[in-house]
């Protein structure tokens, strides 16, 4: 019996990956083993892998996840795939680095870690090869409760068993699909100006609003209040900027406004 097979016994309803609900009368545990089984379904259909990180994010109360692989020599890892596929997703870059270099390093365990954010990241290791890791990283806002890490205990192996199953060629072809899609950070682009016309960095149309209140020396708490917004909510927009950009702070996101050019952008 497959672990897929295996699965599809005690998971008797959908999650539909657009909602964050989880289904009634499911304990913690079943949430999370069928948000596996629909992981290893979707492993045959590329079109349906980030509608599946969806599921797992919403069984396990992460705010973001993400698949990379990691070789080891290469600062740059490979992004596979993630949910939200159009938001931030930065990597724990210094976790996932000491990770990728640890010899002792298996398929199915999983690591807690904090990063510069004051977010909590657990690295699931999907796969385990000399120089070459897949990881599934996911990203809470406020640290895990004990029952969701006692359900990782549970996932993690069944998860990397799940992507030893995948279809041949998927990962790869995942990564080659994203760089396609990738936009040039700050540097890559020459430096063009982050509230430039043609908007190169992909912003949203609030993000576009929140820089350029940040260049008229607002500071998060009054571009809120400006906005109409939470706090939580500008802080969301900027984490997505810093993401985006490659720019690391309010600072820096100010300095690079208009590539150091005058000028003065409106807001649509």
């Known amino acids: 019996m497959t672990i897929v097979t295996a699965l599809k016994h005690s998971c008797s309803t959908k999650i539909a990956p657009s909602k964050r609900v ?3 009368g499911f304990s913690q545990d079943q949430t999370a083993l069928c948000s596996v089984e629909r992981f290893a379904s979707a492993l045959f259909d ?22 990379i ?16 596929s ?14 990728a270099t640890t010899p002792e390093a298996e398929a199915g365990q999983f690591h807690e870690a904090s990063n510069d954010r004051g977010e909590t990241t657990v690295l699931i290791v999907l796969r ?8 599934m990283q996911l990203t809470f806002d406020r640290s895990p409760t004990p029952e969701i890490v006692a359900s990782l205990g549970g996932i993690a192996p069944a998860l990397a068993v799940a992507w030893g199953l995948r279809q041949p060629g998927l990962a790869s072809a ?26 190169a960095y992909g912003l949203s149309r609030a993000e576009f609003r929140v820089c350029r ?3 008229l020396g607002l500071k998060p708490a009054a571009i809120a209040q400006e906005l109409g917004l939470s706090i939580a909510t500008i ?12 720019l690391s702070g309010q600072v820096a996101v100010v300095s690079h406004l208009f590539g150091g050019r005058p000028g003065d952008l409106r807001v649509a």
């Open 213 to 215: 209140l940040l260049g």
């Open 235 to 246: 802080r969301s927009h900027l984490r997505s900027i810093y993401s985006k950009t490659d």
């Open 174 to 199: 995942l990564i080659a699909s994203h760089t396609r899609t990738r936009r040039p950070t700050y540097t890559e682009q020459g430096n063009v100006a982050i509230l430039d016309f043609e908007n």
């Open 22 to 24: 989880k289904p009634q």
């Open 128 to 135: 385990a090869e000399v120089g070459s890791l897949d990881i």
């Open 69 to 84: 692989r990691a070789l080891s020599g290469e600062t740059e890892h490979r992004r596979i795939a993630s949910f939200p």
């Open 86 to 99: 159009d938001g931030d997703n930065r990597l724990n870059h210094d976790a996932v680095t000491r990770l």
């Open 46 to 67: 590329p079109s349906r892998v980030v509608s599946s990180l969806a599921e797992i994010g919403v069984a396990l109360d992460a705010d973001r996840l993400v698949m």
